[in-house]
């Protein structure tokens, strides 16, 4: 009788495409919306992507990586001092203009890097060497700010190619790749001294420390033990981005707008898919009666038009994470659009599809149960 | 007894006693039937007949255990359906009963020989034998080269033979019939009362048609003829049937 039920579901193949479509749909509007979703968390915490260190420490008034509230110089050697901190290191982090040849300006995420160390340095060097960042006036540049620069210049902008911030030179010596920034500047690296050089003097200028953990020592050990010590805010980097995350939940309109189309797709498929698919049993209520008449019990029935459901919620299902994939791999080859698809977000969207269609198959379902098999001789 | 069960062996296929149906609930309560009764035999066919509203289709589904009665005796094929619940009915049904509808109720997005094989898929039978039997049982109402045509492409009279395939096609001791004719034209009305005749022709097997159209009259053992809830009287002759029908084909 499955078989049957499953020949009787795509005989109707109107009703069958329509479903299917549907499903499709509302399934692609839920995952593309939450892939957006994760894309533009991950742009949020791009600095601890791109500086990858173990613990951060801030000042205490910090909620998140993009905060800027600079700690002073010495706090370096303070740190340095916490049983379990293996090496720390200064990182400048701050906005700056890129003043390119014919005059064109373009936003930039500005990082000092410390000179001895490099820690913090990217970790996919394209083009270039990291250790010329050592050499006078020269900076790293991510392959985001080399299209940026190529289209504000009118040619292809690459090694050896001179730019101004804050009027002082920066000569391209390299070209990396880095993960876009929230604030959609692109990553220009340097060492740190250099970064104070570009950025104009202020009291204090040091954004983070970076810090290796000993080893024997846990990051979450040791970023609590400089918070003891130091009275600034140690974070060991899982922890520093969950805080940077949920501090972009909670403060920002991303969720509620985003998180309303993931419903906008829920309800699309509900209303979409419940509606058509009893309007399927509908159709075909009679014939199901007749069924009934012929002995077919709710038994058997129910499993029936739940295989339906479930069948045409698998179908669009899988074409919806497939619309959806695509986009993503075409979103991702260009990089300009923020889309990440952790494996929650097919779960979440499998889960969504599958409560639709077990509504959408219940309505049908008591429609049937509640049928007398007698309205076959009406 | 066991709905799954051959039904004991006698000449009574149906006994219908005092049988009452209400539908309707408060002020829209009315009685359909008062006290119905009739009884029908082995290798014959019966008809209801009567105008409309008087109570046949309702006695129809209560024989075929789709509906409840409110009171009175069923007995068909020695089981008393009142004593059956809704499980036990529906495999009794699924054994016993076979279906023609007047809408012939076709499952239009499958093939002839799967609509044929449903009976079958429900008694548990796999599907490739029951579409072996189904082709075969095709065979015998003449449509063996339609078996993999859909339904819809068949003509109204064909349709109605597929749908008389289908009712006997795990051969039911009853065949139940509503206005089996009423959706065709003379010609395929005659076809498929003569196949419906070939069929209660077996002893084991009673046939019980309600019908309208008095062009099939002549096709009847015996008639029962109903008004305003009761069995009036049953013609027990086809000469009788003439005389309370001269205008019967």
């Known amino acids: 009788m499955f078989r049957l039920a499953l020949k009787m579901l795509v005989g109707d193949r109107g009703k069958y495409a329509l479903l299917v479509s549907g499903l499709t749909f509302s399934t692609m509007l839920m995952a593309q919306a939450m ?29 998140q990586v993009s905060d800027n509230k600079p700690l002073r110089a010495s706090d370096v ?5 916490v049983p379990g901190v293996a090496w720390a290191a200064p990182l400048y982090q701050g906005a700056q203009q890129a003043r390119l040849e014919g005059g064109a300006t373009k936003g930039i995420t500005l990082v000092g890097l410390d000179s001895s160390t490099l820690a913090g340095a990217p970790s996919q060097i394209l083009t270039g060497r990291l250790e010329d960042l050592r050499l006078p006036n020269t900076v790293i540049i991510d392959e985001f700010a080399v299209e940026r620069f190529s289209e ?27 993960a876009r920034s929230f604030t959609g500047g692109p990553f220009i690296f340097t060492q740190y001294e250099r970064a104070l050089d570009y950025t104009p003097a202020q009291r204090k200028m040091l954004s983070f420390i970076l810090v290796g953990a000993a080893p024997g020592h846990t990051a979450a050990e040791v970023a609590a033990a400089i918070t003891a010590r130091t009275g600034l805010r140690g974070w060991s980097e899982h922890e520093f981005i969950w805080s940077t995350i949920y501090w972009y939940v909670a403060n920002t309109g991303i969720p509620i707008n985003i998180g309303l189309l993931v419903v906008v797709g829920f309800v699309v498929g509900i209303v979409f898919s419940a509606q058509t698919f009893y309007a399927f049993v509908l159709d075909n209520l009679r014939n199901l009666a007749a069924l009934k008449a012929m002995g077919l019990t709710a038994r058997l029935l129910v499993p029936m038009l739940l295989l339906q459901a479930i069948t045409v919620g698998l179908i669009g299902y899988g074409f919806g994470m497939l619309l959806t994939s695509s986009f993503g791999f075409f979103a991702l080859g260009h990089g300009r659009i923020a889309y990440l698809m952790p494996w929650q977000v097919p779960a979440i969207a499998g889960a969504a599809v599958l409560s639709i269609c077990v509504f959408s198959a219940l309505l049908g379902i008591t429609k049937v149960v509640r049928t007398e098999p007698a309205i076959v001789f009406r | 007894m066991n709905p799954t069960a051959s039904p004991p062996s006698s000449g ?34 019966m008809f209801l007949v009567g105008p409309s509203g008087c109570g046949k289709t309702t006695l129809l589904s209560l024989i075929a255990g789709t509906l409840a009665a409110d009171a009175g005796e069923l ?37 002839v020989a799967e ?16 579409e072996e039997r189904a082709r075969q049982m095709l065979a015998r109402v003449g449509l063996a080269d339609r078996a993999d045509t859909r339904p819809g492409k068949l003509s109204g009279g064909q349709q109605q033979r597929v749908a008389i395939a289908r009712g ?20 395929n009305g005659q076809q498929v009362m003569r196949l419906m005749r070939d069929v209660a022709r077996d002893p084991k ?45």
């Open chain 1, 35 to 63: 892939c957006l979703f994760c894309g533009i968390m991950s742009w949020t915490v791009s600095s601890m992507r791109n500086m990858r260190a173990s613990v951060w420490v801030s000042d205490p008034m910090v909620e």
């Open chain 1, 77 to 81: 050697s303070r740190v340095r001092s």
């Open chain 1, 152 to 178: 504000a210049t009118g040619r292809a902008f690459g090694i050896g190619d001179v730019f101004e911030i804050n009027d002082r030179e920066a000569r391209v010596v390299g070209i990396c790749r880095a």
């Open chain 2, 12 to 45: 009574t296929a149906i006994s219908v006693r005092g049988v009452e149906k209400y539908v309707g609930e408060g002020d829209a309560r009315i009685q359909v039937l008062k006290g119905a009764n009739f009884t029908a035999r082995r290798g014959e066919m």
């Open chain 2, 75 to 111: 007995n068909v094929f020695g089981q008393d359906l009142r004593q059956l619940g809704s499980d036990r009915l529906a495999a009794f049904r699924a054994r016993h009963v076979g279906f023609v509808f007047q809408q012939f109720n076709l499952i239009p997005s499958i093939t």
């Open chain 2, 115 to 130: 609509n044929v094989s449903v009976p079958l898929l429900i008694r548990g039978l796999a599907p490739r034998a029951a």
């Open chain 2, 168 to 187: 006997l096609v795990h051969e039911p001791d009853l065949l139940l019939c509503d206005e089996p004719t009423a959706a065709l034209d003379r010609d």
């Open chain 2, 205 to 249: 097997r009673c046939v019980i048609v309600v019908t309208h159209d008095n062009r099939t009259y002549g096709y009847a053992d015996r008639m029962a003829e109903m008004e305003d809830g009761r069995i009036l009287r049953v013609l027990e002759t086809q000469a009788d049937i003439r005389e309370h029908h001269p205008a019967a084909g």
